[in-house]
Structure formats: structure tokens, C-alpha cells
């Protein structure tokens, strides 16, 4: 079985503040793939990231970045400098190797108040 | 590349009647997935295809709900008869290559409310 949870379910900060969007899985596979996704308030589901269980790298794009770390079984993502586009629901979501299922966690309604 | 193309948008329709949401996946991909998302149980799976063969239809609530892929570039979910609790958006998904290690694509949504 697979289980996201994001615990977050809503976040306000200010315009130009970090913010960070907690990200835990379960799986009992060894290989197993993480994606963050944006859902804007037009409703359409934007695909941010995706890592696999074999690369804890760190990943930084623009004011984006992910921290993946198996020994916590977290993902989480960190906007800097934040913006009022970035206000969206965003969704943190697993697969296993060999099964195509995406499972996403219930999502953290972020908004960014300017 | 156009994207993962759902239609209609929008659809507003009566309980008791038939609804057909349709899909097309990007060209190439070669498994398409049916999401509904409700405020209440979130982002769920009911059913999903590889190379337009139905592999998992649990997450498929019930006999109302039926969904096919007559060839690779077209999808339908169908509910019938619909049920004001079927309101929801329905997304389609398109991917590529197998072991969950391609990313997922998806269509803008369809917003079905049944009054």
C-alpha cells in the first residue's frame, strides 16, 4: 500500500516570504517515484517535479526547491521569495515502480497575501 | 504538442441522465488514466489503461460508472444514469514508458455538476 499525507492543509504568508510545503509518503517499495503538482485556481494540475527513491539530491529551480530525504520518508517543497502567483493548491503525489498508479496526498491550499 | 485534451469543459445535467466525458491523450503516450476530484475524498484513481487495455478499475465506484478506449487517441468515461453525488472535476491523464517513472500529464478538467 501508498500513502501521501501532507499535513498542511492551509498556509497564508506575506508576498516575499519562504515558505515550506511538508511532504510525507509511505511505500513499502525500494524503487518509488515523488511528483509535486500546482493547481492553480483555474483548476488545471501543473507538474512541478518528479524524483526517484535512488537520486536524494537536493533540486533547485528558480525560487523552486525540492528536499528529498528517505531516512524521514519526506519530499518537501520550499518557495522563496514567494509571489501572489504562487497562491495554488498543491499536491504531493507517489507511484512504485511496476504500477502505473499515481496516489497524491490532499493537497495544501497555499495563499500569498501581498 | 497540444497536451492532454478533455471535453467538454463544463457539463451541467440532470440526475438520472447519461454523461459521456471524453479525452484524448498526447500523441505517443501510451496509458491514459480517468482522476475525480471531490472536496471531500480529494484526487482518487478509478481507472486506468495501457495501450488502451483497462489494467485497474477499482477505484471505479460503481456499475453506473463505465469507461473505454476504443484506440490510442481517444478515452471515454461514461456514468449512467448520473447522480447529484457524481458531481466532481474529472481529469485524464496521459504518460508514457511503464514503471511509474515518466511523468504524468493532464487535461484541464471536466466539471460535471448533476442538479
Known amino acids: 500500500a501508498q500513502k501521501v499525507t501532507q499535513a498542511q492543509t492551509e498556509i497564508s504568508v506575506v508576498e516575499k516570504e519562504d515558505v515550506t510545503l511538508d511532504c510525507v509518503y509511505e511505500t513499502r517499495d525500494t524503487t518509488y517515484y515523488l511528483f509535486w503538482y500546482k493547481q492553480p485556481p483555474s483548476g488545471e494540475l501543473v507538474f512541478l517535479i518528479r524524483?526517484?527513491?535512488?537520486?536524494?539530491q537536493n533540486e533547485i529551480s528558480g525560487r523552486y526547491s525540492w528536499n528529498f530525504q528517505k531516512s524521514t520518508s519526506s519530499f518537501n517543497f520550499t518557495i522563496t521569495a514567494s509571489q501572489v502567483v504562487d497562491s495554488a493548491v498543491y499536491f504531493c503525489?507517489?507511484?512504485?515502480?511496476?504500477?502505473?498508479?499515481?496516489?497524491f496526498g490532499t493537497g495544501t491550499r497555499l495563499t500569498i497575501i501581498p | 504538442d497540444a497536451g492532454v485534451i478533455q471535453s467538454p469543459r463544463h457539463e451541467v445535467t440532470e440526475m438520472g441522465q447519461e454523461v459521456t466525458l471524453r479525452c484524448k491523450p498526447i500523441?505517443?503516450?501510451?496509458?491514459l488514466f480517468w482522476y475525480r476530484q471531490t472536496m471531500m475524498r480529494g484526487l482518487e484513481l478509478l481507472i486506468y489503461?495501457?495501450?488502451?487495455?483497462?489494467?485497474?478499475d477499482s477505484g471505479m465506484p460503481e456499475d453506473r460508472f463505465s469507461a473505454k478506449m476504443p484506440n490510442a487517441s481517444f478515452s471515454t468515461l461514461k456514468i449512467q444514469p448520473s447522480e447529484p453525488r457524481d458531481s466532481a472535476v474529472y481529469f485524464c491523464a496521459s504518460r508514457t514508458g511503464t514503471g511509474g517513472d515518466y511523468g504524468y500529464t493532464f487535461g484541464s478538467g471536466t466539471r460535471l455538476t448533476v442538479v
Open positions: 524524483r526517484n527513491s535512488f537520486d536524494e
Open positions: 489503461f495501457n495501450n488502451n487495455v483497462p489494467i485497474d
Open positions: 500523441s505517443g503516450h501510451n496509458s
Open positions: 503525489a507517489l507511484s512504485n515502480f511496476g504500477n502505473e498508479k499515481l496516489t
